[in-house]
């Protein structure tokens, strides 16, 4: 497996398992399959409400807990100094584990949200520092920052994110951010990554998916890590499970990278970091 090396110099695998809607029985067998079948990145949140069901499937696995990178987040409405530490310690209960290998703040704080949005993400931001100097996260990072956060951030921040985690697949992958965060040497990583199954049926994807005789899903997962993007596709399905790590046998061509960049906009989630939760 390909890895990236963050810039506190940490190894990340290049493609890891998803486990969003993963829940309960189902959450533990999917994880548990998914590092059976060589995946060592596993991705969970607060939020997925399914923290425990994954510590039970890395444990399950066999494996051990150093070959494992586990990531969780920290859910938008507890943002601030102290319920950050607060909450931390809960996914480290819920998970079964001593430290998390990556803590991502989940959605910035924004001006309809917070009074002031820049000081609630930069004290939370202060609480993971520390956290991390603590040895309870290995890796801290952010999720679903526009370059505005990022800037105000920078502002008080003595780490720079490790990662930033935003929606990236063909039809809509956020170059001018890709390359905003590719410059401060944080690493991205790509949810969605098959743009809630819009990209199945696509033309332009089902022809590059036969040349190589591959799955549609597979073409967009080796075009996201060609960009040198995390993938985290997720699914319950072992076969599927299976064939999303199967990736790197084949290799797509300069000009199909340009045909799928160029790609119209399709499944796009119509959640903006800016303005949560609403949609437009």
Known sequence: MKELILNDANKIPIVGFGTYQSLEEEGIESVDCAISNGYRLIDTAAFYNNEVAVGKGIKASGINREEIFVTTKLWRENLGYEVTKTELEKSLNRLNLDYIDL?????????????NWQKTNA????AMEELQADGKIKSIGVSNFFQEHLDALFQTAKVIPSINQIEFHPGYWQPELVEYCKKQ?????????????KVFGNEVLEAISKKHNKSASQVCLRWIIQHDVIAIPKSTSPKRIVENINLFDFELSAEEMKQINNLPKMGFSGELPNTWPDKF
């Open 103 to 115: 803590y991502l703040i989940h959605w910035p704080a924004n001006a309809k949200n917070y009074n």
């Open 185 to 197: 040497n944080i690493v991205v990583e790509s949810w969605s990554p098959l743009a809630r199954g």
């Open 123 to 126: 004290e939370t931001w202060r």
